[in-house]
C-alpha cells in the first residue's frame, strides 16, 4: 500500500535532487548575497529572542539546578567575551559562552547541531547513491488521541518501534543491516545470526520528531533506509505486509485497536523513494517560515502552500519551536505545551544511526554538545571586532540585546559596537541581566 503524495516535493524530478546541497536550494539562489547574510543574520536574531523565552520558561526560581538551557550564551566559560566578524561581514558570533547543547528546547543550540546533523545525512547520502544504492523513506505514526499525555504516547510509541524491528515480517523483508555485519567482521567479533534480507538493507537513520495539532502530541519518526536499490517500492505484496505487521505493534503496545484499523492502515507508515529522502533530509531542522515572519495564522489560512507543517491527513500541525513562538506572542497554552515537550524530549537523541553505519561512511560520531560548542573552523577570515568585560555583557543580557550586539558588530563593526553599548543604560531594563563567569554548564546564579 502506498499513500499518494500530498506535499510539493511530488513535483520533483524522480532523483533529481538526491544529494543536494544544503546551499544550493532554489529559493536561495535567487537572492543576493547580501539579502541571505541578512536574512541569517536576522534569523539569529529571533533565536536569540526565542532562547530567552525559552530560558524564562524553564527557569524555577525554587530549583537548585536550573534546566541548562538557562546558562546557554549567557553564562561566560572566562572572565570576558570576544565578539568576533568575519572579514567579508557575512556572519559576527560572540565567543566566550556556554553552550548548552539542548537541541529540543534551545534554538541557538538546535540550528548548530541540526545543520551538522544535516550534513552527516547529506553526506552518507551522497556516497551511497554513488556508489549506486537507494535512498528510502519511511515515516511511522500512530492514530494520536487529544487526551494521550506526552510521556506515555512517546514511551508506547518507542515499545512499538522496537516490537516491530523484532517481528518475523521486519526481520524477513530488510534482513540484518549489511553495515552492521561488516562493522562486526572489521572488529573481529562476527555476529552469531545473520538474516538475509528479501530487500537488504544497509543500515538507516531514525529521526524522532513531534508536532501539537488538533488531536494532541503526534510524535512520529523518519527513517531514512539505505538500500541496495528501489525494488521494495515495486513490491506492493512486501509493502502490505510491512504496513499490516506495524499496525500489529502499534496494537501490542496501546496505540490503537481493531476499531481504528482503517486508518491505521492507511496513515500509520508511509514508505517514498528517493527524491522524497533528499528534500526532507535538505530541510530537516530547517523553519524557514518561522523566522521569515510566519505565524500561525498565515499557516492556517494560507493552508495551501505550507506543505512543511501539514500532516499526511492534511490537518494544520505547530512544531515546537513555533509552539515557543506562539507563547512569546502572549499564548499561555503554547508555553505549557513547549515546557511539556521538553521536559518528555530531555535526553532523547534525534538521530539514530544504526550500528555500524557511520562507519560505513566514514562519518565522525560526535555528540550534540560537541556540535553545539563553537567551532574553531571558519571558512571566512575574522576578525576581532571588541571585547567586552562582565559589567557590559550584564547590560547586554539586562536589555536583551544578544541579538542587536551581533547585527551591530557585522554591518558596523568597532565603532557600531561602542554605540550600542552607550545606547544601553538609557533602555528600559527588560531583565535582571542574572548570569555567571567561569561556570561550568547548567549552573546558575543571579
Ligand atoms: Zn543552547
Known amino acids: 500500500m502506498m499513500i499518494e503524495p500530498t506535499s510539493a516535493t511530488s513535483k520533483l524530478a524522480p532523483h533529481a535532487s538526491l544529494g543536494i546541497s544544503a546551499k544550493s536550494s532554489n529559493a536561495k539562489s535567487l537572492k543576493s548575497q547580501t539579502e541571505i547574510d541578512a536574512d541569517k543574520s536576522k534569523n539569529k536574531k ?44 557575512s556572519e559576527a558570533r560572540i565567543a ?49 488521541e487529544i487526551d494521550l499525555p506526552l510521556d506515555e504516547g512517546l514511551s508506547k510509541f518507542a515499545m512499538a518501534l522496537d516490537h516491530w524491528k523484532n517481528s518475523r515480517t521486519y526481520k524477513r523483508i530488510f534482513g540484518t543491516s549489511l553495515a552492521s555485519i561488516q562493522y562486526a567482521e572489521t572488529r573481529g567479533k562476527p555476529l552469531k545470526k545473520v538474516t538475509k534480507g528479501e530487500f537488504p538493507i544497509v543500515g538507516s537513520v531514525r529521526s524522532l520528531e513531534v508536532t501539537h495539532g488538533s488531536n494532541g502530541w503526534h510524535p512520529h519518526t523518519h527513517q531514512v533506509l539505505f538500500m541496495q536499490d528501489e525494488s521494495l517500492l515495486n513490491s506492493r505484496r512486501a509493502i502490505d505486509e510491512l504496513v499490516e505487521s506495524w499496525c500489529v505493534s502499534l496494537i501490542h503496545a496501546g496505540l490503537g485497536d481493531n476499531s481504528k484499523l482503517n486508518d491505521m492502515l492507511t496513515h500509520a507508515l508511509d ?133 542587536e550586539l551581533i547585527e551591530a558588530a ?33 549552573q546558575w546564579v543571579n
Open 271 to 403: 514508505i517514498r523513494g528517493g527524491d522524497y529522502t533528499a528534500d526532507y533530509v535538505n530541510k530537516f531542522g530547517r523553519e524557514p517560515e518561522l523566522y521569515n515572519g510566519w505565524t500561525i495564522a498565515h499557516e492556517t489560512t494560507k493552508a495551501n502552500s505550507k506543505a512543511g507543517f501539514r500532516n499526511l491527513n492534511g490537518d494544520f500541525h505547530a512544531t515546537p519551536f513555533q509552539l515557543l513562538k506562539m507563547s512569546l506572542e502572549g499564548d499561555e497554552k503554547a508555553g505549557a505545551l513547549f515546557l511539556e515537550f521538553g521536559r518528555c524530549f530531555e535526553g532523547k537523541r534525534m538521530n539514530y544511526w544504526t550500528n555500524g553505519l557511520k562507519d560505513f561512511f566514514s562519518l565522525n560520531d560526535l555528540d550534540d554538545e560537541d556540535l553545539a560548542a563553537e567551532s574553531a573552523e571558519v571558512e571566512v577570515e575574522e576578525e576581532v571586532v571588541l571585547y567586552l568585560n562582565a559589567e557590559e555583557w550584564r547590560l547586554v543580557l539586562k536589555t536583551n540585546a544578544r541579538g
Open 410 to 442: 557585522r554591518i558596523g563593526g568597532k565603532d557600531a559596537v561602542m554605540e550600542l553599548l552607550d545606547i544601553l543604560p538609557y533602555i528600559k531594563h527588560s531583565h535582571s541581566g542574572a548570569y555567571s563567569v567561569n561556570r561550568p554548564k547548567g
Open 96 to 144: 566566550g559562552l556556554v553552550s548548552c547543547g539542548s537541541a529540543w528546547v534551545c534554538p541557538i543550540c538546535n540550528a548548530k547541531i541540526t545543520e551538522a546533523r544535516r550534513e552527516q545525512m547529506q553526506q552518507a547520502i551522497t556516497a551511497h547513491s554513488k556508489a549506486g544504492g537507494s535512498c528510502l523513506l519511511m515515516t511511522n505514526t500512530f492514530p494520536h
Open 46 to 89: 529571533i533565536r536569540y529572542e526565542l532562547q530567552r523565552h525559552s530560558q524564562s520558561l524553564f527557569y524555577d526560581r525554587n530549583a537548585i539546578k536550573q534546566h541548562r538551557v538557562c546558562s546557554c550564551h549567557r553564562n561566560l566559560t572566562g572572565d570576558s567575551i570576544a565578539i568576533f566578524r568575519k572579514v567579508d561581514q
